[in-house]
């Protein structure tokens, strides 16, 4: 028989435990609302619903833990949870100010680069990161004020089984409220939101979907995944999907650079409004005289500049399931490669760096992955030792890209043939008076602006003096050409690696007139040129790279592109990019599964469709999204099996 007091212990009990879960469930509720504010969009939909129900699970699963200990544990234990929890919506709203996607568990592995540009992290800080602290400052005055008792614990056995299988129980309802079906789709594979969840093909449509404890939890037993087939298995797959892919047709452009030199050169940041009449008179004059791709797009995926390098160089996405793809891969067998498709045709092959191996392993990558006949670093070069393995480097010391090309172009301006990679550095934020490259060029920004009664914004002007550096590079890089006589045979690709990120977004739409301002995905756009002489066969008086080019492309479609224009021997069908100058319709794809072309466009975060073309129709849009799901899946398959291993042995 229970007395009258014991019932009393038992109903504060209840109420304590009860109070104590709601307080849990609201500061998390709290949370997941808070980052949908501020970083995605928050709508009170079915997914929203599902985030409700996940954050019951979560809340029940705490108390079930919680209530194994004494009181003073479980302050600590709350008090340290609290914490972690909100510093864990915190970093990702701060890393989501940063362009590169969605932090993941697997960037950890990478820590100490990181630390490199910690100074980042901190100046990201803004006044409204304060609301997270919210949970906590709250916390402190419930129990402050003693409305919070935390001395709650299990009366009897049969408690604890109720709280864990109460909590099972939600999530697995959480779990059955996830759509396994799509409607009204004409394509043959499809993908749902269950299937999302299971591989999390899209970190921000994951986010947005779930919420972010879920996408957390998901993302570190990602880990330890294990795949349903075996690899051989896998590769029977892909032998059906490469099969199934079209196969490449002749166009306008197809052979006309056919023995050409090429010499290709990714500018670190080049964007748009790097181009200016005054400051860089050579970028100004090829872009104005010369081939110029205005819808070309450099997409950042997970690692800025490395995984634009990958897409380039092997027309494969990134990985985002590894630290960085370019190491992570970095023993797999890429038979597409530019420098092997070069090398096919009896080309000499070159790539050159102007900085050192600290953020990227490119000495190996380059010259075994890629297949590179040379590649030189800073060090190599001469211009900047690589640091000891492990040590962390704050202060950056970006090296010339003048300098860069004075030292390598004796390298290969007597070859016969060559194909020439060049990955240049003087571009490099941060953008202030510190800028060694920068402040070399102080003076003549300075009097831009006195010329042009302007005063430019702080970050600007760094940045265009910055990029003044990569304009007299090319300039000594064209007239060398043409006093060695190899100008009219050598065809010059530039583009910029990514926009200018360095450079605060709202700046960039306020100073830029090329970007439509506001548009997270147009500022993307940054500068491809193409400088050839190259004439039309019919009609001799025409350059046929005078000219703007319309077309949409972007960093994975180079392989295509290029090998179509140099009659390259490429098998079009086993590269994810498609050649820009075909009479097709191709369209741009970003990380977060957006895509956006000559006639429509889908912005993933926002689920937002444009449609320019009235012959263009919602369903044809979805299967656009579900193709970019498979051939993400099928690029990932291909890399983490080393599928083309068995093309060279």
């Known amino acids: 028989m229970i007395n009258c007091k014991g019932v009393d212990v038992m109903k504060q009990n209840y109420y304590k435990t009860l109070l104590l879960f709601s307080y849990i469930f609201i500061s998390i509720l709290y949370l997941e609302i808070l980052l949908k504010m501020r970083v995605l969009t928050l709508n009170f939909n079915g997914d929203f619903l599902k985030i409700i129900l996940f954050s019951l699970s ?24 609290i914490s972690f929890t909100s510093f864990l919506y915190l970093n990702q709203d701060i890393y989501c100010s940063f362009p590169f996607g969605v932090f993941s568990i697997g960037l950890l592995a990478d820590v100490n680069k990181a630390l490199g540009f910690s100074d980042n992290y901190l100046l990201a800080i803004r006044l409204g990161h304060i609301f997270y602290l919210v949970p906590i400052v709250t916390f402190y005055i419930l129990r402050r004020f003693k409305i919070l008792n935390v001395n709650i614990s299990y009366d009897g056995l049969k ?17 059955t409220t996830i759509d396994e079906t799509l409607e009204n789709s004409d394509v ?32 570190f037993f990602s880990l330890f995944r294990t795949d349903p087939l075996s690899e051989n298995e896998y590769a ?14 002749a166009n306008t452009y197809t052979d006309i650079l056919k023995d050409k030199n090429l010499i290709l050169i990714m500018a670190e940041s080049l964007d748009t409004f790097a181009i200016n009449e005054q400051l860089t008179p050579n970028l100004y004059n090829l872009k104005e005289n010369y081939g110029y791709f205005e819808n070309y797009y450099s997409p950042l995926y997970y690692r800025s500049t490395a995984d634009t390098e990958f897409l380039v160089q092997t027309s494969m996405y ?26 096919q045709k009896d ?72 194909f020439v990679n060049m990955v240049t550095v003087s571009g490099h934020f941060k953008y202030n008076d510190s800028h060694r490259i920068a402040q070399l060029h102080e003076d003549e920004v300075a009097q831009y602006e006195i010329d042009q009664g302007i005063n430019l914004p702080e970050e600007i002007f760094w940045y265009l003096a910055a990029n003044m550096e990569l304009d007299l590079a090319i300039g000594y890089l064209m007239d060398e050409l043409e006093a060695a006589n ?74 295509p592109t290029i090998s179509n224009l140099f009659g390259l021997n490429l098998n079009y069908q086993q590269v994810f990019g498609k050649d820009a100058l075909a009479n097709t319709d191709n ?44 051939d993400y899946m099928y690029n990932v398959y291909a890399l983490e099996y080393n599928y083309f291993k068995d093309d060279d042995e």
Do not use: C
């Open 347 to 418: 080309y000499s092959t070159f790539s050159f760096h102007n900085y050192t191996d600290y953020f990227y392993p490119r000495s190996t990558f380059h010259r075994e992955t890629l297949g590179y006949d040379l590649y030189m670093g800073s060090e190599e070069l001469g211009l900047l030792d690589n640091p000891d393995p492990g040590q962390i480097v704050n202060n950056h010391v970006w090296q010339s890209d003048l300098e860069m090309m004075e030292i390598s172009l004796p390298y290969f301006i007597n070859e016969d043939q060559f």
């Open 486 to 559: 190899k100008l009219d045979d050598t065809v010059i690709m530039i583009f910029g690696d990514h926009y200018a990120y360095g450079v605060d977004n709202d700046t960039i739409w306020e100073y830029d007139d090329m970007k439509i301002d506001d548009d997270d995905m147009d500022l993307h756009n940054v500068p491809l040129i193409v400088f050839s002489n190259q004439v039309d066969p019919v009609h001799p008086e025409i350059n046929m790279f005078s000219k703007i080019f319309d077309n949409y492309m972007s960093s994975v479609d180079f392989i």
């Open 587 to 630: 369209f741009v794809r970003f990380a977060d599964m957006s895509f956006i072309s000559k006639n429509y466009s889908y912005d993933s975060m926002s689920e937002q469709y444009v449609i320019i073309d009235d012959a263009v129709t919602p369903s044809y849009l979805l299967s656009i999204n579900q193709r970019l799901i498979n």
């Open 236 to 249: 029977i797959l892909l032998d059906d999907y490469f099969s199934e892919q079209p196969e490449h047709l």
């Open 159 to 175: 408690q604890p089984l109720f709280f864990l299988i109460f909590s099972l129980s939600l999530y697995f309802i959480s779990v």
């Open 318 to 343: 990134p990985d985002k399931n590894v630290t960085l793809s370019m190491q992570s891969f970095i023993n797999n067998t890429l038979p597409n490669t530019l420098p092997k498709l070069f090398e």
């Open 188 to 219: 043959d594979i499809t993908y749902t939101d269950m299937d999302l969840y299971t591989y999390m093909f899209s970190p921000q449509e994951a986010l947005k979907k779930f919420g972010l404890l879920t996408y957390s939890q998901r993302d």
């Open 58 to 81: 979560y809340s029940v699963l705490i108390l079930f833990v919680l209530k194994f200990f004494k009181e003073k544990t479980i302050k600590i234990s709350l008090y340290v949870l």
